[in-house]
T-cell receptor, first 118, second 109 residues
Framework: GAVVSQHPSWVICKSGTSVKIECRSL??????MFWYRQFPKQSLMLMAT?????????EQGVEKDKFLINHASLTLSTLTVTSAHPEDSSFYIC??????????????FGNGTRLTVT | GQNIDQPTEMTATEGAIVQINCTYQ??????LFWYQQHAGEAPTFLSY??LDGLEEKGRFSSFLSRSKGYSYLLLKELQMKDSASYLC??????????WGAGTKLIIKP
């Protein structure tokens, strides 16, 4: 089945630094990838839709200058949390679906990245 | 507006059956997904319904009624490892997924 790989699994960084998270589709080409954030005991919140070769689409309330998304190839999207603050500490998950499997193909998720900003 | 409702938490006994309901009100409908999410992990796909009726996959089944805006996930022969959150997600008119808040299922011996 379709596999999405996300790296790193966890990261601890100091306040004010930037962190890059990578998301790769391993056995399919993804023109679109989705970045979610999940706070403890809460549901998934879509942050942005990453589009290969064009600008990402951000959800309302998500700062595009703080959460930089780059989708430079059909198998790789990156999310960079810039000038991280403790309130950015969360579980970040990327996902993608295989477009060749039709509308019924589900979103496949990476294993997530737990970010802790100290 | 768009809304998906699921119970916040349910408790069931190992070996029993549990039904997790999901009701939705969305602008358009292009399918409904159920995902399982263990604590601290990413969601994993369980089932997909786009037509009315029951889809069975081993111990898990999912039902959809589009006219009622209603779905349920049925888990049989519950095992301790089934303790997790179960997320209902609807693909709306723009094919974006709208997520429910999830149902935390607690399995007791």
């Amino acid at each position: 089945g379709a596999v999405v790989s996300q790296h790193p699994s966890w990261v601890i960084c100091k306040s004010g630094t930037s962190v890059k998270i990578e998301c790769r589709s391993l056995d399919f080409q993804a023109t679109t990838m989705f970045w979610y954030r999940q706070f403890p005991k809460q549901s998934l919140m879509l942050m942005a839709t990453s589009n290969e070769g064009s600008k990402a689409t951000y959800e309302q309330g998500v700062e595009k200058d703080k959460f930089l998304i780059n989708h430079a190839s059909l198998t790789l999207s990156t999310l960079t949390v810039t000038s991280a603050h403790p309130e950015d500490s969360s579980f970040y998950i990327c996902s993608a679906r295989d477009p060749d499997r039709g509308d019924s193909s589900p979103l496949h998720f990476g294993n997530g990245t737990r970010l802790t900003v100290t | 507006g768009q809304n998906i409702d699921q119970p916040t938490e349910m408790t069931a006994t190992e070996g029993a059956i549990v039904q997790i309901n999901c009701t939705y009100q969305t602008s358009g409908f292009n399918g409904l997904f159920w995902y399982q999410q263990h604590a601290g992990e990413a969601p994993t796909f369980l089932s997909y319904n786009v037509l009315d009726g029951l889809e069975e996959k081993g111990r898990f089944s999912s039902f959809l009624s589009r006219s009622k805006g209603y779905s349920y996930l049925l888990l049989k022969e519950l095992q301790m490892k089934d303790s997790a959150s179960y997320l209902c997600a609807v693909k709306g008119s723009n094919y974006q997924l709208i997520w429910g808040a999830g149902t935390k299922l607690i399995i007791k011996p």
